[in-house]
């Protein structure tokens, strides 16, 4: 089994910075692709940003240019920097990681969430 958990999500105002960490552990061969969604209450969830192994990455537009997305292969870790927030950020924002286990098996796995609130 494969476990993710997400770190960071606070209470912030508009303008600030927060940095959401997720860490990936268990039974792991490779991370393929890890990336982070958002749900905002009434809303379905939504991509966020997502990198692959080899540092390709990809935003939403209403992200880019304030998001940045990380990995450290080494730690099994996705961070989500995130600057200059807006109160529309407010949202529980969830890791995902493609993984292909020591089994051999190709799976996605979800974090519980961490909550992001974004004040104006």
């Known amino acids: 089994q494969v476990q993710l958990v997400e770190s960071g999500g606070d209470l912030a105002q508009a303008g600030g910075s927060l940095r959401l960490s997720c860490a990936a552990s268990g039974s792991i061969a490779v991370i393929n692709k890890m990336g982070w969604y958002r749900q905002a209450p009434g809303n379905q969830r939504e991509l966020v940003a997502s990198?692959?192994?080899?540092?390709?990455?990809n935003y939403a537009d209403s992200v880019k240019g304030r998001f940045t997305i990380s990995r450290d292969n080494a730690k099994n870790t996705v961070y989500l920097q995130m600057d200059s927030l807006k109160p529309e950020d407010t949202a529980v924002y969830y890791c995902?990681?493609?993984?292909?286990?020591?089994?051999?098996?190709?799976?996605?796995?979800w974090g519980k969430g961490t909550q992001v609130t974004v004040s104006s």
């Open positions: 990198i692959t192994n080899g540092g390709p990455t």
């Open positions: 995902n990681a493609e993984v292909r286990t020591t089994s051999w098996v190709t799976k996605g796995y």
